[in-house]
């Protein structure tokens, strides 16, 4: 089973500074998706970017790209100038087929704090 | 506006109790999926469907079952052989392409009285 690791619980981050959110993974796959979600207060999931393992670039949504090291099978998450509402819960996620269709793999999360 | 709408928000229930927790969706989507999200612990999927009349098992599927009757809805019913039915519920759907994201509802907090 592919499973998906989150090693920080938490983290801080000033405003208008960079945040890096960590998250590896496992898997026998060589095409696959990943994911970032954001869970703010209101429980909301917010999707905040996808990144394809067979393209090579990483992807970028605004203040937010990823690093995806495939042979490392790391997916880190950046966040570039936080702002107060970035203070959410953090998850990455890894798609995986099931039976005719797909699913997703959660990591635990990270809580990001944005201190002012 | 097209999404998914689970309902109610906050649900009690009562020892010996079976609940069920709505959810619906206008995105045209095949595919649904219910998560329980315990502290500490993300998503965990209980069940999801591809199609209409066809659902199947995910890792904690013990004490839940469901239903698809129809594309739009895919109720989660909590038995009272769930022991520890205590959590926050999330409702999922997606489309078929595996690049797509699940979009979720809102969630059902449910709680033991």
């Known amino acids: 089973a592919q499973t998906v690791t989150q090693s920080q619980p938490e983290m801080s981050v000033q405003e208008a500074e960079t945040v890096t959110l960590s998250c590896t993974y496992d898997?026998?796959?060589?095409?696959?998706?990943l994911f970032w979600y954001k869970q703010p207060p209101s429980r909301q999931m917010i999707l905040v970017i996808r990144q394809e393992a067979y393209k090579q670039q990483n992807a970028t949504e605004n203040r937010f790209s990823v690093n995806f090291q495939k042979a490392a099978k790391s997916f880190s998450l950046k966040i570039s100038d936080s702002q107060l509402g970035d203070a959410a819960m953090y998850f990455c996620?890894?798609?995986?087929?099931?039976?005719?269709?797909?699913?997703?793999?959660f990591g635990k999360g990270t809580s990001l704090l944005v201190t002012p | 506006d097209g999404g998914i709408t689970q309902s109610p928000k906050y649900l009690f229930r009562k020892e010996g109790q079976n609940v069920t927790l709505s959810c619906e969706q206008n995105l045209n989507h095949d595919a649904m999926y219910w998560y329980r999200q315990d502290p500490g612990q993300g998503l965990r999927l209980i069940y999801y469907s591809q199609i209409v009349n066809d659902f199947q098992k995910g890792d904690i599927a013990e004490g839940y079952s469901v239903s698809r009757e129809k594309k739009e809805s895919f109720p989660l019913t909590v038995t009272s052989a769930q022991k520890n039915p205590t959590a926050f519920y999330l409702c999922a759907s997606s489309s078929g392409p595996g690049n797509q994201p699940q979009h979720f509802g809102d969630g059902t907090r449910l709680s033991i009285l």
């Open positions: 898997t026998s796959e060589s095409d696959y998706y």
């Open positions: 996620a890894y798609r995986f087929i099931l039976n005719s269709g797909y699913a997703l793999n």
